[in-house]
Structure formats: structure tokens, C-alpha cells
């Protein structure tokens, strides 16, 4: 039979999980703050700081298995922004100036290059090493996104930061998916299997992206994107497009930065992101960057570390040097192109769910990709959003 005063708490008090992660996020939006009031920092290192706290590295009140679990929280935040991402890269203007695309594929290209020269140099494996130069590929188009917004920053560094990183993103995605065909082979030998998982994926995601172009391009005819209502909408047909994407194993992140891509440019008429996605938007930010260093272990500095300090180094190199080579002839000063190459050193969530991917597909692959990836992470989350702070500052392109 219960005590009679069972209606009052045990002792000692039990905290659930509902408790750590509300004080999680409580504590990365001050510490967000702080970094910006006090300092004048981005407030996604606070953001950082405070998800490598509350993870495994730090006081472990949230573990792994809870950042395995947000995986889905993590696919709406980054498709969201990936979708805002996608709808301001302009076709038209990348074909007025084809130099801006022989910049794109020429800093991909080196970078891929280079980071893989050096992995190799350091005896990583050949596949992992061509995964982890395929994913350094990218710049972080979350960081990017969210940066641009808080910093309130505009003119042609930031316009081209932001199409060149949609365009490293995509190329990314593709290229990993190519590689894929080669490791499938490698895991499971079935030449029919290899031949088909590339294209299947590359084709599903392009054709899931051009539907929810199509929807977008249907709604925003007859709904301004001033009105609340939009946004409701527009989140839903995007949530729809994941859960599409998830139960036909497509690729989300593909599937939503094309189909910004596409919406923008099916309709020449100007089209605003709608400003209700802000609150919402930064939460599920949030969220993004401190579920991602959630996840990141000590363990994996001792397997992984060196590699990771190489990578970053190649990387960095690679990007700023495949900028400048392009830099005059795509109508950029020399001051211009090293702000824009410096500024594309972020490497964050979508890197994280790059990785996840691999190892949902291939769980015994070689654990030095994740320990690589996600030491870089972890130094480049908390390092580039003040890298790009001072690159845009330094061509007075920052708002605030």
C-alpha cells in the first residue's frame, strides 16, 4: 500500500532529462549573450562552449544517445537553413560571371586535394582519407546563414560566401554519394547494389527537391511571405519533404538546398524569406550547434587529433588559395578575395550529419573518419565564427 505521502517528491530529488536540456539551452543562450555583449563575439561560440560543457567532454549531463536521438531536430534546423540558403543563390547572376563558378569547383577541387595529400601523408586509410577531403569540401552553410543574420552583413564578400558555400555544400553531397558506390563494393561486393545506390540517391533527392520547389513556388503565388500564415505552411511542406526524404533514405540535405536553389530561380520575381522563420529558426540553431559538439569525446583527440590539426591546416591553405587565384578575374580586390577565403573556413553541423550518414550506411567504418571529422568540428565551431567575424569586418561588411 503507498504512503500517504507519496504525493511529495522522493528524496534524493531526481532531475530528468527534460531538466538538462532545458538548462542546457538556458545556459547557451546566456553564455551566447555574454560572448556578444561583453566580448563582441559571435554568439554561436557561446553556443559551442556550452554543448562541449554539457556533453561527454565536459560535466556529461547529456550523453550521445541524446544527440542520436535530436537527430531529427538537427534535419529540420539544418533544412531550414539549407532550404534559406539555397533560395538566395541567384543562377542568373553565376552565369554572368563564370569565374564565380571556376572559383567554386577550383576551391573545392584543392581542397579535396590537399586534405587528402596530407591525411595520406599521415597513413590514414585511402577511403577514409577520401571521405574526410570529400567532407572538408563544405563549408558550413548553417554557420554561415546564422552569422550573416546576426552580424547583419551585406555586399559582395557576403554574397559570394554564401553562394560559394551552397555550391561546396552540394558538391559535397554529391561527390560522398559517388564515393559510396566504391565503399558499398568494399562492404558488401554486390556489383548491382554499387551500380544503382549512387544514382538512386543523386535522382530521388533532385526529384524530391523539385517537388517541394514546385509547392513553394505554388504557395508563395498566392500567399505574401509577409503574412504569418506562410510560415506555417512553408515549415510544414519542408518538415513533409524530411519525412519524405527519411523514409525513402534520400538525401535531406541534397533535397533541401536544391530545392532553395530551384525555387528561387523558377520565378524572376524577387521572393522574401519569410521573417516569422526568425524566433523559430534561431532556437532550432541553437539546438544545431550545441547537440553537434554534444557530441564530441576526448577519446577522440588521442585517435584523431593530429589528422584533424592537418585537415584544418590543408584546408584552410587550400580555400583561401583557390579564392585568390580566382579573385581579380571574378571582379574581387585582393583584400576582398582573402576576407572571402578566410571566411569560408567553417566546418560544423553539416559535416556532423555527413558522418552520421556514413556510419547509418557502413556502422563498421573506420572510427579515425569520425574522430577526425569531429575534432576539426570542434576547433572550427569555436574558432571560424570569429575568423569570419574579422574577415567581414575587414571589408566593412558587417552591420553590427
Known sequence: MKSAFAFLPGWPLTLDLAFWVGLTLFA??????????????????????????AGPAGLGVIDTVLADDARWLMDIAI?????????????????????????????????????WFVLHVLHVQPMTAAVAATIAMATSPAMIIQLRSELKSEGQVTERLMTLSALNSMYAVVVLKLLSGWIHQEFYGNVWATLIQPPFFIVG???????LAISCNFLFRRISSADEHS??????LI????????????????????????FKNLDPRPQLWPTHFGTAG??????????????????????????????????????LAGVLLFARSSGLGWKQGGALGVALSPMSALAFLLVSDTYTLYPNFDPALRAIIMCSIALLQLVAPLLIYRALAAVNERGQ
Open 79 to 115: 533544412g531550414l537553413l539549407l532550404f534559406e540558403l539555397g533560395s538566395r543563390v541567384s543562377l542568373r547572376w553565376i552565369r554572368l560571371n563564370p569565374w564565380l563558378v571556376a572559383m567554386s569547383v577550383g576551391e573545392a577541387a584543392l581542397t579535396f586535394i590537399a586534405v
Open 231 to 236: 510560415f506555417v505552411v512553408l515549415f510544414g
Open 205 to 211: 533527392s533532385l526529384l524530391l527537391a523539385y517537388g
Open 28 to 53: 547557451a543562450g546566456i553564455c551566447g549573450e555574454l560572448c556578444w555583449r561583453a566580448w563582441r563575439v559571435p554568439r554561436l561560440i557561446g553556443y559551442g562552449v556550452i554543448g562541449l560543457v
Open 282 to 319: 534561431w532556437l532550432l540553431t541553437v539546438v544545431l550547434f550545441g547537440v553537434t559538439l554534444v557530441s564530441f569525446e576526448w577519446k577522440y583527440i588521442a585517435l584523431g587529433g593530429i589528422a584533424a590539426l592537418a585537415l584544418v591546416g590543408a584546408r584552410f591553405v587550400a580555400k
Open 239 to 262: 518538415l513533409l519533404a524530411i519525412a519524405i526524404a527519411h523514409t525513402l533514405k534520400l538525401s535531406t540535405i541534397m533535397a533541401l538546398l536544391a530545392a532553395g536553389i530551384i
